[in-house]
């Protein structure tokens, strides 16, 4: 079993509808999750990082993290055409990402104009 | 454009030939990680330099190294290379405090 397991997609939704976004994880010493957004030929740009367990919003952005479950989920609202790219979930055991972040492999959205 | 400059953008080499991939962090950054992304493993965190020490090691190859010079600018060296070391190569930077990654535009590395 994979740290880090997320739907590969692709996720394709009309404009204006909400997305969800999600991963799963299995070690329990995560305490730190991001979001990343990835354009086609293009580095990863973090969009939402939390801490622990709770909801952080964002403009049309809500990252949520339940511990208990070991899931983590991303919200996007008002879905843009320009939404559309591959987001990737991120963890870390430590603050500052000191051993690392541990990615899953991204979830392809395509936002239908 | 994010601040971070990574530079070739594209390289095209030969199997066992040695490579070198160069990062210029954010500036401020005392922070540089390098990653590698091919589809089908993901992002991987390879290494790690803080201020010109190495502080972390992830899923790096003993055919890889890595250095972070005094004007911060980091090197990551790619040794005997194999058809499978093709990939998409990241590095990031960060100030020290938890501020997220800022990743560069990725050096892809292609061998033949």
């Known amino acids: 079993q994979k740290e880090v397991e997320q739907d590969p997609g692709p996720l394709s939704v009309p404009e204006g509808a909400i997305v969800s976004l999600n991963c799963t994880y299995s070690?329990?010493?995560?305490?730190?999750f991001m979001w990343y957004r990835q354009y086609s030929r293009k580095g990863p740009e973090l969009l939402m990082y939390?801490?622990?367990?709770g909801n952080k919003e964002d403009g049309r952005f809500t990252a949520q993290v339940d511990k208990s479950s070991k899931y983590i989920s991303l919200f996007i609202r008002d879905s843009q055409p320009s939404d559309s790219a591959t987001y990737l979930c991120?963890?870390?055991?430590?603050?500052?990402?000191?051993?690392?972040?541990?990615f899953g492999k991204g979830t392809h959205l395509i936002i239908q104009p | 454009d994010s601040g971070v400059t990574q530079t070739p953008k594209h390289l095209i080499t030969a199997t066992g030939q040695r490579v070198t991939l160069r990062c210029s962090p954010r500036s401020g950054d005392l922070s540089v990680y390098w990653y590698q992304q091919s589809l089908d493993q993901g992002l991987q965190f390879l290494i790690q330099?803080?201020?010109?020490?190495?502080?972390a090691k992830g899923n790096i190859l003993e055919r890889f190294s890595a250095q972070q010079f005094p004007d911060l600018h980091s090197e990551l060296n790619l040794s005997s290379l194999e058809l499978g070391d093709s990939a998409l190569y990241f590095c990031?930077?960060?100030?020290?405090?938890?501020?997220?990654?800022?990743f560069g535009s990725g050096t892809r590395l292609t061998v033949v």
């Open positions: 939390t801490y622990s367990s």
């Open positions: 330099y803080y201020n010109g020490e190495e502080r």
């Open positions: 070690n329990s010493a995560f305490q730190y």
């Open positions: 991120a963890m870390s055991a430590s603050g500052g990402g000191a051993d690392g972040l541990t």
């Open positions: 990031a930077s960060t100030a020290g405090l938890w501020d997220g990654y800022t």
